[in-house]
């Protein structure tokens, strides 16, 4: 077994029906540009039923019909939030859990400690979040998995990983293994991925390899060390 194997994202996720919510970060292989990527995928019609959009940088789900939402709480949030020279990926409202942490002088994990998974038993999904740290040209990163610790829900198990980037290395942690009842939780270290230099072979790789009736939506950022230029990718099933 290879434990610095780095895997090709696509190759990871296809055939794989559900993984549920994912976050990328890492060096695209050329050593310039830090790489941030968010998507999400749904099995009822209510997780179904949004799309992400943009707002000053940020991003946010937001339904694509706001007549058929049937419980907003665990579904609508911002998922993407820059606190100066902090990048915040979630996939739940602990975006401005770590946004209000971090701004009140709180590490990232610290800004965690007083959350946990999420209410939906039976599946329990984890809380997974990455923060990426911009300065003089370089970045670092930090990823977080909060996951229950029995199959009831009895207390939280907190994860904080922590990288120096490398080139042509990312990270991608998901919040499930795959699909069933309940849904299994992902487990271990992030996986090691395989970040190209351009962002649309990236982007593509990623959403093609995503299962066709349970995607919804990919935002992918590539930020330029030396100069901070950004490009971004951003796809919606629903249009």
């Not at 040209?137 to 990288?163: H, P, Q």
């Amino acid at each position: 077994m290879d434990i610095y194997k780095i895997n090709d994202i696509g190759g990871l996720i296809r055939g794989n029906s559900y993984v549920g919510r994912g976050i990328v970060a890492g060096m695209s292989a050329d050593g310039k540009k830090s790489c941030s990527a968010y998507f999400i995928m749904g099995r009822s019609a209510n997780s179904r039923n949004r799309v992400f959009t943009e707002k000053n940088g940020e991003i946010f789900t937001e339904p694509y019909d706001a007549s058929k939402v049937e419980d907003p709480s665990l579904i609508i949030y911002a998922a993407v939030r820059k606190l100066g020279n902090v990048l915040i990926v979630t996939n739940g409202d602990q975006t401005d859990t770590i946004y209000d942490g971090i701004k009140s002088g709180k590490t990232f994990s610290q800004s965690l400690e007083k959350r946990c998974f999420e209410p939906d038993a039976p599946n329990l999904t984890p809380r997974i979040s990455a923060a990426l740290t911009f300065g003089d040209g370089v970045f670092s990163y930090e990823m977080s998995i909060l996951k229950s610790a029995d199959a009831a829900g009895s207390a939280c198990s907190r994860y904080t990983f922590s990288y120096s980037p490398l080139p042509g290395l990312g990270h991608f942690i998901h919040t499930y293994v795959c699909d069933g009842s309940p849904i299994p939780t992902f487990q271990g270290e992030p996986e090691r991925v395989m970040i190209p230099d351009d962002i649309d072979e990236f982007t593509n790789t990623l959403w093609d390899a995503l299962d066709a009736d349970n995607k919804i939506s990919l935002w992918v950022r590539y930020t330029e060390l030396e100069t901070g230029k950004t490009e971004e990718r951003l796809i919606n099933k629903n249009k």
